[in-house]
């Protein structure tokens, strides 16, 4: 037998959520049964959820992911399923996927390459399992092969890649070409990152073609345990022609794809292939993706947010906007409300439109937080917005408690704050203000507090560590503000977020020196664009000062001096910075990289700060 159907199907798992992740698994492999599929590849470690960190050190979770292997087991009779757990075997712990045929365990995959780069560290919980070994190991009294395994199913060679397995250049698959393996499958959790679906599909039609068979790629979905994202790719090519693909960031509870192949065959007639996203269109549905899922699996009421007026806080606004829209559309909106436990007495008649922007009122509550500093054109901005998509609106001034602790603190010390000896303390004391204010609110609400800070912030420091950073989840910390300012612009034109039109005619401002001062972002630090460039070079490349300086004095046009100073700037205030990075709220992995300590970029909290290495700089 030649001609075969094929299955993959992505999932939105959590960390030890037993009921949700074997729901879902219960529920692809009864659709792929009744579309008659043979074949089914679920993602990786989807039994127990890719994210568990160092819960994969304990005994029980994986006696406890066995047990609900066997719970599955009975439910594939008349289909093969490929199915992720963890195993313990001589006392080590390894990555694996369990193949099931007919209600019967035909053996364990054991993943040989293990990422411990960038977010990953499966070295400190896996063992990788060594190329061409295969051992048994004893599961309720009966002994099953594992280790580096291929498989005859339906008349097919199987073989499979987890991962990491396939972005190596001597990898699994190089093995499994002089086995004759004509069908891959290859269960990843590989997290979402700008550009990163199309360097994925080209991994996957080129391995099908070196590999000389047909490989089916499936990822997981959605945001597994808080900070990183998942597309939800499932990716099938055959001798290099890319056969199919589905559609990414879904809001469903997981997605099946299934796909007529005849192994014989090495052309097709046709690909089922899903446009590739932009980066705007992919930041939306990702960033929206993830806060659903955070919402939804932190079963909170939902989101409270300091509405500023400017860039940062307008695109989170929106974001949990896009939010409901792209729910709606996904799941349907009866089981977009029930998914976050909404309960509503509308009328069920009332327009898709209208119904998107009273949820957006039950979920996002906004305030402004003005004070003599602040201006209209930011009010209005911040106002015209929340009326826009729906968001409850409150406003209220903090001059009153910004001058009790002046009073406070000038008795303390004696004299009288001023502006030309106080800045940092006067612009700070008001940011730290609005914190137990915008704090209460989340409180007596019962809703998640959203903090502003973006990654370029992060970077430099350029944030109110327990005021502007005040919040639970920050949504966009993964990403650069020129990044954000060109989005909110593409929001507003291509997604239809008239209320963005103030905020994207305003110059970015923290608006806390006195209006005299026209106070900018850019005036306090320096060009964001050359900023994200020092950054991508400095900190993502990790060049030194003077290595920057070569690179970015060939690339821009600036006066020599100029660019010495904005390097020594930022290099400066990104070691002094690194506690408040230590100390920002968990954010979404969006990006290649970001600067979260916990995730990607760790960096001493005390260093030398650069000095000896920024003195190169005078020498050139």
Same mark, same amino acid.
């Given at each position: 037998?030649?001609?075969?159907r094929?299955?993959?199907a +992505?999932?939105?798992?959590?960390?030890?959520?037993?009921?949700?992740?074997?729901?879902?698994?219960?529920?692809?492999?009864?659709?792929?049964?009744?579309?008659?599929?043979?074949?089914?590849?679920?993602p990786?470690?989807?039994?127990?959820?890719?994210? +568990?960190?160092?819960?994969?050190?304990?005994?029980?979770?994986?006696?406890?992911?066995?047990?609900?292997?066997?719970?599955?087991?009975?439910?594939?009779?008349?289909?093969?399923?490929?199915?992720?757990?963890?195993?313990?075997?001589?006392?080590?712990?390894?990555?694996?996927?369990?193949?099931?045929?007919?209600?019967?365990?035909?053996?364990?995959?054991?993943?040989?390459?293990?990422?411990?780069?960038?977010?990953?560290?499966?070295?400190?919980?896996?063992?990788?399992?060594?190329?061409?070994?295969?051992?048994?190991?004893?599961?309720?009294?009966?002994?099953?092969?594992?280790?580096?395994?291929?498989?005859?199913?339906?008349?097919?060679?199987?073989?499979?890649?987890?991962?990491?397995?396939?972005?190596?250049?001597?990898?699994?698959? +190089?093995?499994?070409?002089?086995?004759?393996?004509?069908?891959?499958?290859?269960?990843?959790? *590989?997290?979402?990152?700008?550009?990163k679906?199309?360097?994925?599909?080209?991994?996957?039609?080129?391995?099908?073609?070196?590999?000389?068979?047909?490989?089916?790629?499936?990822?997981?979905?959605?945001?597994?345990?808080?900070?990183?994202?998942? $597309?939800?790719?499932?990716?099938?090519a055959?001798?290099?022609?890319?056969?199919?693909?589905?559609?990414?960031?879904?809001?469903?509870?997981?997605?099946?794809?299934?796909?007529?192949?005849?192994?014989?065959?090495?052309?097709?007639?046709?690909?089922?292939?899903?446009?590739?996203?932009?980066?705007?269109?992919?930041?939306?549905?990702?960033?929206s993706?993830?806060?659903?899922?955070?919402?939804?699996?932190?079963?909170?009421?939902?989101?409270?947010?300091?509405? *500023?007026?400017?860039?940062?806080?307008?695109?989170?606004?929106?974001?949990?906007?896009?939010m409901?829209?792209?729910?709606?559309?996904?799941?349907?909106?009866?089981?977009?409300?029930?998914?976050?436990?909404?309960?509503?007495?509308?009328?069920?008649d009332?327009?898709?439109?209208?119904?998107?922007?009273?949820?957006?009122?039950?979920?996002?509550?906004?305030?402004?937080?003005?004070?003599?500093?602040? *201006?209209?054109?930011?009010?209005?901005?911040?106002?015209?917005?929340?009326?826009?998509?729906?968001?409850?609106?409150?406003?209220?001034?903090?001059?009153?408690?910004?001058?009790?602790?002046?009073?406070?603190?000038?008795?303390?010390?004696?004299?009288?704050?001023?502006?030309?000896?106080?800045?940092?303390?006067?612009?700070?004391?008001?940011?730290?203000?609005?914190?137990?204010?915008?704090?209460?609110?989340?409180?007596?609400?019962?809703?998640?507090?959203?903090?502003?800070?973006?990654?370029?912030?992060?970077?430099?420091?350029?944030?109110?560590?327990?005021?502007?950073?005040?919040?639970?989840?920050?949504?966009?910390?993964?990403?650069?503000?020129?990044?954000?300012?060109?989005?909110?612009?593409y929001?507003?034109?291509?997604?239809?977020?008239?209320g963005?039109?103030?905020?994207?005619?305003?110059?970015?401002?923290?608006?806390?020196?006195?209006?005299?001062?026209?106070?900018? $972002?850019?005036?306090?630090?320096?060009?964001?664009p050359?900023?994200?460039?020092?950054?991508?070079?400095?900190?993502?490349?990790?060049?030194?000062?003077?290595?920057?300086?070569?690179?970015?004095?060939?690339?821009?046009?600036?006066?020599?001096?100029?660019?010495?100073?904005?390097?020594?700037?930022?290099?400066?205030?990104?070691?002094i910075?690194?506690?408040?990075?230590?100390?920002?709220?968990?954010?979404?992995?969006?990006?290649?990289?970001?600067?979260?300590?916990?995730?990607?970029?760790?960096?001493?909290?005390?260093?030398?700060?650069?000095?000896?290495?920024?003195?190169?700089?005078?020498l050139?």
């Amino acid at each position: 037998m030649s001609q075969i159907r094929i299955a993959g199907a +992505c999932l939105n798992q959590t960390p030890i959520d037993w009921s949700n992740n074997i729901s879902n698994i219960r529920n692809a492999i009864s659709d792929a049964k009744n579309e008659n599929v043979k074949i089914l590849c679920l993602p990786e470690l989807c039994i127990t959820a890719y994210g +568990c960190q160092d819960l994969f050190l304990s005994e029980w979770l994986t006696e406890e992911a066995i047990k609900q292997l066997l719970a599955i087991v009975p439910l594939c009779e008349n289909i093969t399923v490929a199915i992720g757990l963890p195993i313990q075997h001589n006392q080590k712990t390894y990555n694996t996927t369990c193949l099931i045929q007919n209600g019967q365990i035909l053996g364990f995959y054991a993943k040989q390459m293990l990422a411990n780069d960038g977010i990953h560290y499966e070295h400190r919980w896996f063992s990788p399992w060594p190329n061409g070994v295969e051992e048994s190991i004893t599961i309720d009294n009966t002994s099953y092969p594992i280790g580096d395994l291929t498989f005859k199913i339906e008349g097919i060679h199987i073989g499979f890649e987890i991962c990491e397995d396939a972005w190596n250049e001597v990898r699994p698959a +190089c093995r499994l070409l002089e086995k004759g393996v004509e069908l891959i499958l290859n269960p990843s959790a *590989s997290h979402f990152a700008f550009g990163k679906h199309k360097i994925r599909e080209e991994l996957i039609v080129s391995s099908s073609e070196k590999f000389k068979c047909h490989y089916l790629y499936v990822n997981q979905l959605g945001n597994e345990s808080g900070r990183v994202i998942y $597309d939800g790719d499932i990716i099938l090519a055959s001798h290099g022609q890319l056969l199919a693909t589905n559609t990414r960031l879904s809001f469903l509870p997981y997605q099946l794809m299934t796909f007529d192949i005849d192994v014989k065959n090495k052309k097709y007639d046709q690909s089922d292939h899903v446009d590739d996203l932009n980066n705007n269109r992919d930041f939306g549905k990702a960033a929206s993706l993830a806060l659903f899922d955070y919402l939804r699996k932190s079963k909170t009421k939902g989101y409270t947010l300091s509405l *500023s007026g400017g860039a940062d806080s307008s695109s989170i606004a929106v974001l949990v906007a896009e939010m409901v829209k792209n729910g709606v559309q996904d799941l349907g909106r009866v089981k977009f409300l029930e998914s976050l436990n909404l309960k509503t007495n509308w009328r069920n008649d009332i327009e898709e439109k209208e119904a998107i922007k009273k949820i957006v009122n039950k979920i996002l509550i906004t305030a402004y937080q003005g004070t003599k500093n602040s *201006s209209e054109e930011t009010l209005n901005s911040a106002r015209s917005l929340a009326e826009s998509i729906g968001a409850q609106f409150k406003l209220w001034e903090v001059d009153d408690a910004v001058n009790t602790n002046h009073q406070i603190i000038e008795k303390a010390i004696g004299r009288q704050l001023t502006w030309e000896e106080d800045d940092i303390a006067m612009q700070n004391i008001q940011a730290r203000t609005r914190s137990p204010l915008i704090w209460m609110m989340a409180n007596i609400t019962g809703t998640i507090l959203l903090t502003t800070s973006n990654r370029s912030e992060g970077d430099v420091g350029y944030t109110t560590m327990d005021g502007d950073t005040s919040g639970s989840l920050a949504p966009i910390a993964g990403v650069d503000k020129p990044f954000i300012l060109q989005w909110l612009q593409y929001a507003e034109k291509e997604l239809g977020y008239e209320g963005l039109s103030h905020v994207n005619s305003l110059t970015p401002t923290a608006e806390l020196r006195p209006k005299e001062f026209t106070q900018t $972002d850019e005036d306090d630090l320096m060009p964001y664009p050359i900023m994200v460039k020092i950054e991508r070079l400095g900190i993502f490349q990790r060049k030194s000062p003077l290595e920057v300086y070569h690179s970015l004095s060939q690339e821009l046009i600036i006066e020599s001096e100029l660019l010495k100073s904005y390097i020594r700037k930022f290099f400066k205030l990104w070691s002094i910075n690194q506690w408040k990075r230590e100390r920002l709220a968990p954010s979404f992995h969006l990006d290649d990289f970001n600067v979260d300590p916990k995730t990607w970029c760790r960096f001493p909290i005390l260093s030398g700060s650069f000095a000896e290495e920024l003195k190169q700089l005078d020498l050139v």
